[in-house]
């Protein structure tokens, strides 16, 4: 499968847990990107790596959110002490920085639930 | 501050007919206008995208009409079938350059029904 890969596909977690999700890119893309989606709604930014420096994060990953990349291919998102208000889709999407090419690739997402 | 606007939020199309959703935005540094379907359970996948260089594209059954000077764009959907039943979004981004992301600013969805 040469496509963008998310891992785990759903988790359910109590209030409070920390979880941590995976994301593996497409092999040759040096960009990376988080997107929460909540029900409804249109994906929203959270944050980007360029290789395995993080260049941007949104103002809507609190300080409870940490995402790494550390040898520039694979990365993770984490939430700690998770609100049911986390609840939503998170989305990784992929691309290869080149001209005039912004083409993301997403994943299936991660679907988390907090109860 | 919501810079995509996008509608209808729903569509109801008979098979065969044409599909039409509308985006607008503000920020006048997007240069980059793709559309997302998105199936229930599944990432958005891209169908189609522009750049401001041109007023229209076209791939197969699905076409982007771009209006600079109105910041607005549209995806039309010809000969619409059941299986383009869908979420779709507009979305918009600025540069790709070293130090610019690239990253993606999504409209709210329009979720098509394309009754058979």
């Known amino acids: 499968d040469t496509g963008v890969s998310q891992d785990p596909r759903h988790k359910i977690t109590k209030r409070g847990q920390n979880v941590t999700f995976r994301c593996d890119p497409i092999?040759?893309?040096?960009?990376l990107y988080w997107y929460r989606q909540t029900l409804g709604q249109g994906p929203e930014f959270l944050t980007y790596f360029q290789n395995e420096a993080q260049l941007e994060k949104s103002r809507l990953l609190s300080d409870r959110f940490s995402a790494e990349r550390p040898k520039g291919s694979f990365s993770t998102l984490e939430i700690q002490r998770t609100e049911q208000g986390d609840s939503a889709m998170y989305l990784c999407?992929?691309?290869?920085?080149?001209?005039?090419?912004?083409?993301?690739?997403f994943g299936q997402g991660t679907r988390l639930t907090v109860v | 501050q919501q810079q995509v606007k996008q509608s209808p939020q729903s569509l109801i199309v008979q098979k065969g007919g044409i599909s039409i959703i509308n985006c607008a935005y503000e920020?006048?540094?997007?240069?980059?206008f793709p559309w997302y379907q998105q199936f229930p359970g599944k990432g958005p996948a891209l169908l189609i995208a522009i750049r401001p260089d041109v007023s229209e594209k076209k791939e197969g059954r699905f076409t982007i009409s771009f209006n600079k000077s109105a910041k607005q764009f549209s995806l039309h959907i010809m000969d619409s079938q059941p299986g383009d039943s869908a979420t779709y979004f507009c979305?918009?981004?600025?540069?790709?350059?070293?130090?610019?992301?690239?990253?993606?600013?999504f409209g709210e969805g329009t979720q098509l029904t394309v009754n058979p």
């Open positions: 999407a992929s691309s290869l920085v080149r001209a005039r090419n912004t083409e993301a690739f």
């Open positions: 979305a918009a981004s600025k540069g790709n350059g070293e130090t610019s992301g690239s990253r993606l600013t």
């Open positions: 920020n006048t540094a997007f240069d980059y």
């Open positions: 092999s040759e893309h040096n960009r």
